[in-house]
């Protein structure tokens, strides 16, 4: 199952999970690209990476948090 993430900055983002490896895919929603992986510590990192979301600002750093959650939580309820 994929889920798509909707960011401040207007890029729409795909998360979904490999269950028989626990780990977490994200790329643009409209990119064709290599998706980025990784495990779930990290996915806020991917997603503010994917989203243009700058770490170092406060705000855009908890709106990354927030994504990740969001995702995490709704994946694991699938």
């Not at 028989?20 to 990784?38: G, I, K, M, N, S």
């Not at 990740?68 to 939580?73: D, E, F, G, T, V």
């Given at each position: 199952?994929?889920?798509?993430?909707?960011?401040?900055?207007?890029?729409?983002?795909?998360?979904?999970?490999?269950?028989?490896?626990?780990?977490?895919?994200?790329?643009?929603?409209?990119?064709?690209?290599?998706?980025?992986?990784?495990?779930?510590?990290?996915?806020?990192?991917?997603?503010?990476?994917v989203?243009?979301?700058?770490?170092?600002?406060?705000?855009?750093?908890?709106?990354?948090?927030?994504?990740?959650?969001?995702?995490?939580?709704r994946?694991?309820?699938?």
């Amino acid at each position: 199952m994929k889920v798509t993430l909707a960011a401040s900055t207007g890029v729409k983002i795909e998360v979904w999970r490999e269950e028989e490896e626990d780990l977490f895919h994200a790329q643009r929603a409209v990119d064709a690209a290599e998706p980025q992986t990784c495990v779930a510590v990290d996915l806020f990192e991917v997603i503010a990476e994917v989203a243009e979301l700058d770490l170092d600002d406060p705000m855009e750093s908890a709106e990354a948090v927030s994504l990740a959650r969001q995702a995490l939580r709704r994946l694991h309820a699938a």
